[in-house]
């Protein structure tokens, strides 16, 4: 079965530093896709990275950059110049041929001004 | 282009009682999948729906219960309901054409609360 494990429940970043959620993923499946959801105190999740399983750069967006390492089975989270409206829930999400999209159990980051 | 759209946003229920929560994918999106969040477990799968099918669940009771119109707009429905029901219920839609590895995007989410 897939599984996500975020081993940090919270994080503390100081405001325009870079900070890093840690992702490990277990899955049986060769191909498969790895995301990053940020959910603010409003509830909305908001789409921020994908990876697939067969992409061979780690791929990034603005921000937000994912670090990823398939032979550990990892999918860290880099988010540069960290911002106050960065603050909320981030959630690591894994999705397989099965359509079924698997979540860990989120990291809440606070930014320190 | 509009996004998820998810009505109700709000919801108050007595236990017994049943329920059902509509969700509207962005335009060209076949595939929705609907989710639970409660703050002891977490963000859980529901099920997913593609042109019609439903082409996995997760483990729920049967009292949870989906479907897909030919539009790609969704219902879910919870009968008998529980107090732990109480929860947010999050739907997302893709487009999941060739392949299922398309990012997600999720609506605002319906807030049930069961009394």
């Known amino acids: 079965a897939q599984k996500i494990t975020q081993t940090q429940p919270g994080m503390f970043v100081q405001e325009k530093e870079a900070v890093t959620l840690d992702c490990t993923y277990d899955?049986?499946?060769?191909?498969?896709?790895l995301f990053w959801y940020k959910q603010p105190s409003s509830g909305e999740m908001i789409f921020l990275i994908y990876?697939?399983?067969?992409?061979?750069q780690n791929a990034t967006e603005g921000r937000y950059s994912l670090n990823f390492q398939k032979a550990r089975k990892s999918a860290n989270l880099v988010i540069s110049a960290s911002q106050l409206g960065d603050s909320a829930m981030y959630f690591c999400?894994?999705?397989?041929?099965?359509?079924?999209?698997?979540f860990g159990a989120g990291t809440r980051l606070f930014v320190k001004a | 282009k509009a996004g998820v759209t998810q009505t109700p946003r709000y919801l108050i229920k007595t236990r017994g009682q049943q329920v059902t929560l509509s969700c509207s994918p962005i335009?060209?999106?076949?595939?929705v999948s609907w989710y639970q969040q409660t703050p002891g477990q977490g963000l859980q799968f529901l099920f997913e729906?593609?042109?019609?099918?439903?082409?996995n669940k997760g483990n729920f009771p049967g009292r949870f219960s989906g479907r897909q119109f030919s539009n790609s707009r969704s219902e879910m429905n919870v009968s008998t309901l529980e107090l732990g029901d109480s929860a947010l219920y999050l739907c997302?839609?893709?487009?999941?054409?060739?392949?299922?590895?398309?990012?997600?995007?999720f609506g605002p989410g319906t807030r049930l609360t069961v009394l």
């Open positions: 999400a894994t999705l397989t041929g099965g359509f079924k999209t698997i």
């Open positions: 335009s060209g999106h076949r595939s």
């Open positions: 729906y593609f042109s019609e099918t439903q082409r």
């Open positions: 899955t049986s499946d060769p191909s498969y896709g």
């Open positions: 997302a839609s893709s487009e999941r054409g060739a392949t299922p590895l398309n990012e997600q995007f």
């Open positions: 990876q697939g399983s067969y992409d061979q």
